[in-house]
């Protein structure tokens, strides 16, 4: 997801291989050449951009499909764990889509987030809660954004609250489209509510 035309609103960068670096050279005297050789392969290993109050546009062919903003955001620049590319969001991140009138489709909290370059895979985790257009809410504590299959998974407890108040489903674990218009949980419990046509209550876009 992060391949796409951006735009970044940062208050700072601060990149902390030159922190490492700026420790190094400052007690060169009180070390041998070892150890020298030893801080600058850490330095290399745990090279991270770190930037402050991130607002991120993504755009396709001129349309803006999601806004992302974080209070901190790291980028990992290690090629010896495969980290390379990787966006970390350890205090917590929001993104809201839009849809192809540029209204909000949908909108994910999280206190915590992961984005993997090799993958495109973004997970969300510790109190995710995905609000939908129409109103429903999504509360785990765990969920996966596949763009690349198109769908949301998890493995663990997910509860589906209905709009208006129509009812809920739970499960241990579920996959869903990214519209959640094909929703397929395990081991679901739930109640819902008809509307005066006597139909059941949807959640999806």
């Known amino acids: ?25 400052s007690s060169a005297c009180e070390n041998d050449m070892k150890d020298i050789d030893r801080m600058a392969n850490i ?6 951009d770190i930037s402050k ?8 062919s001129a ?22 590319g990787d966006y970390e969001f350890k205090k917590g991140v929001k993104i809201i ?24 895979l973004i997970e969300f985790r510790q109190n995710v809660i995905l609000t939908m257009a129409n109103g429903s809410i999504v509360r785990t ?10 769908k949301y998974y998890n493995t663990q407890p997910i509860t589906i609250e209905f709009t208006e108040g129509r009812g809920h489903l739970s499960g241990t674990s ?12 395990t081991e679901s419990t739930g109640l819902y509510y ?12």
């Open 63 to 84: 349309r803006v499909k999601a806004e992302l903003t974080a209070p901190e955001m790291r980028v990992y620049h290690d090629t010896t764990n495969r980290t390379q």
């Open 1 to 25: 997801m992060f391949s796409t035309k951006r735009k970044y609103k940062i208050s700072s960068i601060l990149p902390l291989s030159i922190l490492l670096l700026g420790a190094i050279l």
């Open 194 to 205: 008809f509307d005066a046509n006597k139909k059941i209550p949807g959640f999806g876009n």
């Open 43 to 48: 330095q290399q290993e745990e090279a991270v």
């Open 174 to 185: 579920f996959t869903s489209d990214l519209d959640f218009n094909r929703v397929d949980f």
């Open 141 to 150: 504590e765990e969920l996966f954004y596949d763009e690349k299959g198109a």
């Open 53 to 60: 109050d991130v607002i991120v546009v993504y755009s396709d």
């Open 97 to 120: 889509f839009f849809d192809e009138q540029a209204k909000e489709s949908q909108r994910i909290t999280s206190k915590y987030a992961k984005q993997y370059a090799e993958t495109g």
